[in-house]
């Protein structure tokens, strides 16, 4: 016969079950908020952070603080619209804004995506090329495989494929601490605000906002959130997953910009990728250092190279009507498929013409997010803050002020740009 529980063995238990039990509630939910936010540090991301560290030094770590702020919020909007309306975001601007505003956003998205899905094709060669792999090699290898796992896959296996690829990641944290930054200097950049009117300055803060909170992000994560099937009663673990993302995604940018500031900064090489940036590190910060911050360029250009078509394609099959979804046959959803594999094609294609504008293409693309951001902004607004759509889960007034700013210094930032590159010394 069982012995009977004491009173204080009999008060632990529940707590030990609802614990366990909120474990595999969070395991279940676990997923659309980390791999979405995981795949903004992509390979144009990389080069971002690379670039802004060689180039500025420590002068853009400040700006991890607010971007990542704006980031769970913003984040935090597109999942919990989800989980409310049941519908991905393209089906909510058109069925609450019509059909010529979804036209012209998912037009500029297509553009922006289709850049974005070119960088990944290029830290896929710039990564092979490090290990000896030509470039003619990598990158048809990664589109097909990038190709099948969505294709062959359900949505299940290949999210659990995705969070694989999102724990790898932690090689830029390693790289970080091996570049051996001087942390005092770090802590005072990171807590002390700075700002410049050099287009050059502009350009390096547009496009660390733009790769950090993406546009195409707050599509698929939403779109992810719908086809996963998370309940409202599932939400607060929803929103957990999105935090954490977006924490884990502010880290590895910090360590990012940090290395390449300790290192090539330092020594004043002139780079102009990621790729660069890890042959770099070699003779500064060791070959294990440099073949980590390979390693992971390669991981996070083949797991973006994945996500960014797989976003554009729910965006305009959902804004068109189309049947959209991973879980779906391809004579199911004819359409999505047929336009991820377009875009993969079209984007690893263009990586194998001898001498195209792969850099310009890889930073622009990302300036390009910031600018498109503040549009797609404005709409996530207007739809979150419909009662007759979310009922009591409508913005607080907290989370309206943090998105409109984060619209409003996009849209000046962009203005900034544009007036100091046309005249230039205006402002000083």
């Not at 770099?280 to 440099?290: C, E, K, N, V, Y």
């Amino acid at each position: 016969m069982a012995r009977a529980l004491t009173g204080r063995q009999a008060a632990a238990s529940p707590r030990r079950v609802s614990i366990w039990t909120n474990i595999l509630l969070f395991l279940s939910v676990l997923g659309p908020g980390i791999v979405t936010a995981a795949v903004d540090n992509d390979a144009g991301g990389i080069a971002t952070y690379s670039v802004a560290g060689a180039q500025f030094g420590y002068r853009f770590l400040w700006t991890i603080i607010p971007i990542t702020l704006m980031l769970i919020v913003v984040q935090e909007m597109s999942a919990r619209m989800g989980v409310v309306t049941g519908k991905g975001l393209s089906d909510l601007i058109r069925e609450e804004f019509g059909v010529r505003a979804t036209v012209l956003v998912a037009a500029l998205l297509l553009l922006a995506n289709l850049g974005n899905t070119v960088a990944e094709f290029a830290g896929i060669a710039a990564s092979g090329n490090i290990f000896g792999v030509p470039k003619y090699l990598a990158v048809p290898i990664g589109a097909v495989i990038v190709w099948l796992l969505v294709l062959k896959g359900n949505y299940k296996s290949v999210e659990k494929i995705f969070l694989v690829a999102s724990a790898l990641y932690g090689a830029y944290v390693i790289s970080g601490f091996m570049a051996r930054p001087p942390w005092g200097e770090v802590v005072k950049a990171t807590l002390t605000p700075s700002f410049s009117f050099e287009p050059g300055y502009l350009a390096m803060f547009i496009g660390l906002v733009g790769t950090t909170i993406a546009p195409w992000m707050q599509f698929y994560l939403q779109a992810a959130v719908v086809e996963k099937g998370v309940s409202l009663r599932e939400y607060p673990l929803v929103r957990l997953d999105v935090v954490i993302g977006s924490l884990t995604t502010a880290i590895v940018a910090f360590f990012i910009i940090a290395a390449c500031a300790a290192t090539i900064g330092v020594k004043g090489i002139v780079i102009k990728d990621a790729g660069d940036a890890a042959l770099a590190l070699q003779p500064i910060a060791g070959r294990f250092a440099s073949e980590l911050f390979a390693f992971g360029l390669f991981n996070a250009s083949l797991f973006a190279a994945s996500i960014l078509p797989l976003s554009t394609a729910y965006y305009i099959c959902e804004a068109l009507g189309f049947e959209a979804g991973v879980n779906k046959t391809f004579g199911a959803a004819p359409q999505f498929y047929t336009l991820y594999t377009l875009i993969i094609a079209v984007g690893a294609g263009l990586i194998l013409i001898p001498k195209a504008p792969l850099v310009p293409i890889m930073i622009w693309s990302q300036v390009a997010n910031g600018i498109l951001l503040p549009f797609i902004l404005v709409f996530m607004l207007k739809l979150v803050n419909d009662r007759r759509l979310m009922g009591e889960h409508v913005n607080s007034r907290a989370f309206n002020w943090v998105a409109w700013a984060c619209a409003v210094v996009t849209t000046v930032l962009t203005v900034l740009l544009v007036v100091t590159s046309v005249f230039p010394g205006i402002l000083g």
